[in-house]
């Protein structure tokens, strides 16, 4: 074929999914009617990520285990709306002194996020961001019909012995969560 009849049958093939002809298939522009007169905050679906790093305050929390329970953020929701997780992420890192070999060690583990939600109502929901070791997400928090707020905190240990010296020194989570709109009944 010529290279001015592959360019024609481009124009005719490619002008029309442009968009640039009212009623064409491209009209990318325009209005969908099935859509007027909702109104949202947010788009249905929407997902929000954040992720965090915190220098945490280390505790001792057995023999020579260090603790953490540390605050991440907040997530606000109305009396309408369902905060559902969709995935989370955590990990702890540490440094530790191994005495048989005189050496310091980086240790690194996952910590474990959990969601406590105070409502206007008085009552408080506290559940963990995780709800099986397989990682089984997509869940929504039990706080629907109530105005609330979310403090994400992340939990952990690692364990030492009596010469380990074992600290805590950056915890780290990635969050990613939805809220959709609901019709409490």
């Not at 706080?143 to 915890?171: E, L, R, Y």
Request: net charge negative.
């Amino acid at each position: 074929m010529k290279t001015d009849r592959v360019f024609v049958l481009l124009l005719v093939v490619l002008l029309p999914l442009s968009g640039c002809f009212d009623g064409s298939v491209g009209d990318a522009d325009a209005s969908d009617d099935a859509s007027e007169g909702h109104t949202s905050d947010h788009n249905e679906n929407e997902l929000f990520t954040s992720f965090t790093s915190i220098n945490p305050v280390n505790e001792g929390c057995g023999d020579y285990d260090i603790c953490i329970w540390e605050y991440a953020y907040s997530i606000n929701t109305t009396n309408s709306q369902a905060l559902k997780i969709v995935s989370v992420s955590s990990t702890i890192d540490g440094h530790y002194w191994e005495s048989y070999d005189n050496s310091n060690r980086t240790r690194i583990t996952a910590g474990t996020p959990y969601i406590i939600s105070n409502c206007d109502s008085g009552q408080v929901w506290n559940s963990t961001a995780l709800r099986s070791t397989s990682y089984n997400l997509g869940f929504y928090v039990p706080t629907v019909g109530d105005i609330c707020q979310h403090d994400i905190f992340i939990q952990g240990t690692q364990s030492g012995n009596s010469a380990s010296n074992t600290m805590i020194t950056n915890v780290q989570i990635s969050l990613t969560w939805q809220i959709d709109e609901v019709t409490v009944i």
